[in-house]
């Protein structure tokens, strides 16, 4: 289960420390493409806000590892619940089946859905760094209408009156204050500061290895 979020691009993962997470998410998954086992399959789901299932279960190496060539991280937020309750389904209907989630952790807390599936069969592998600064531009919309003008002569004239609209998102753990510069090819913006909370951390806890536990 990859998160696909826009905090999944920060570099600050791998061995160098400046690896995107995501990046670094899929090679750790490509190594584990190399310890299947004699009828071991695996079905990849990606998610942010939206769920998407990459590939049914399967063992063939070839359509594996093409679905994670494909994914990239999108400037968006990102909602887990439906992710984690979808693995969680798959892996109802296949006794002893387990599912691992690569993510930075940085997302609301998940809400339990789908069936059950006892902690002792998922794995929560996190990316990146919890004091790394990650503030990302998720969305950006304009919106035009008439307005009438007045000019300092006393008349009146026509004109077109633009707002934009912007969604910022802090993806670190941390608070954020930062200034939104805003300048198009005829107008520049007031540059406007804004204060953004920590993003909650995700209700799946573990290191490398261990049981994922829901806090």
């Not at 905090?7 to 400046?18: S, V």
């Not at 296949?94 to 940085?106: E, I, K, Q, T």
Request: with cysteine; glycine share 8%; net charge neutral.
């Amino acid at each position: 289960v990859f998160d696909t979020s826009a905090g999944m691009g920060t570099r600050d993962a791998g061995p160098d420390g400046k690896t995107a997470r995501l990046t670094a998410a899929v090679n750790e998954a490509r190594e584990r493409l190399g310890l299947l086992g004699p009828g071991d399959e695996l079905a990849l789901i990606a998610f942010d806000v939206d769920v998407r299932r990459l590939t049914p279960f399967t063992r063939d190496p070839a359509l594996l590892n093409a679905a994670l060539d494909r994914l990239r991280p999108r400037d968006v937020g990102t909602r887990a619940d439906e992710a984690l309750a979808t693995a969680r389904a798959l892996c109802a209907d296949r006794p002893g089946a387990s599912w691992v989630l690569f993510s930075d952790g940085c997302f609301a807390r998940a809400k339990r859905a789908g069936p059950d599936l006892p902690d002792e069969n998922a794995r929560f592998l996190r990316f990146g760094k919890d004091e790394t600064d990650n503030v990302v531009l998720t969305a950006a919309g304009a919106r035009s209408r008439p307005v009438t003008t007045t000019a300092e002569n006393g008349e009146q004239g026509d004109a077109v009156e633009t707002q934009v609209f912007f969604r910022v998102e802090n993806f670190s753990r941390k608070p954020v204050r930062a200034v939104l510069r805003v300048t198009t090819a005829t107008q520049r913006f007031e540059p406007k500061t804004i204060a953004l909370a920590g993003r909650p951390v995700a209700d799946l806890s573990a290191v490398e290895g261990e049981p994922a536990r829901a806090e």
